[in-house]
């Protein structure tokens, strides 16, 4: 199927920067959006942000004008450049990507991986 890694999570102070990557992996025919979702206990898992194959991009509020998404399909791979960032953006972050394999499209998730911020 499909196996997305991700890389480049951990801690830093607030005000710092993170880099997140993701790989896809698998029978991959095609892949439509790739992002970034994150959860905190007791919360819902909510998008961070997304970007089309074409370049589209859409990110949640209170992360415009710090984080930037940005892939490379010849490798598909997705990355989130974090900055600016504060305690609330602590969460486990999930790299997810809807693929096309064989003939269905779906939607698929990585593992998660930690970022924590200090205040």
């Known amino acids: 199927q499909v196996r997305l890694v991700e890389s480049g999570g951990g801690s830093v102070q607030a005000g710092g920067s993170l880099r997140l990557s993701c790989t896809a992996s698998?029978?991959?025919?095609?892949?439509?959006?790739m992002g970034w979702f994150r959860q905190t206990p007791n919360n819902e898992r909510e998008l961070v942000a997304r970007?089309?194959?074409?370049?589209?991009?859409t990110y949640a509020d209170n992360v415009k004008g710090r984080f930037t998404i940005s892939r490379d399909n010849a490798v598909k791979a997705v990355y989130l450049q974090m900055s600016s960032l504060n305690p609330e953006d602590t969460a486990v972050y999930y790299c997810?990507?809807?693929?096309?394999?064989?003939?269905?499209?779906?939607?698929?998730w990585g593992q998660g991986i930690q970022v924590t911020v200090a205040s």
């Open positions: 970007m089309g194959y074409g370049g589209d991009t």
């Open positions: 698998g029978a991959i025919i095609s892949l439509n959006y």
């Open positions: 997810n990507a809807n693929a096309l394999v064989s003939d269905l499209l779906g939607g698929y």
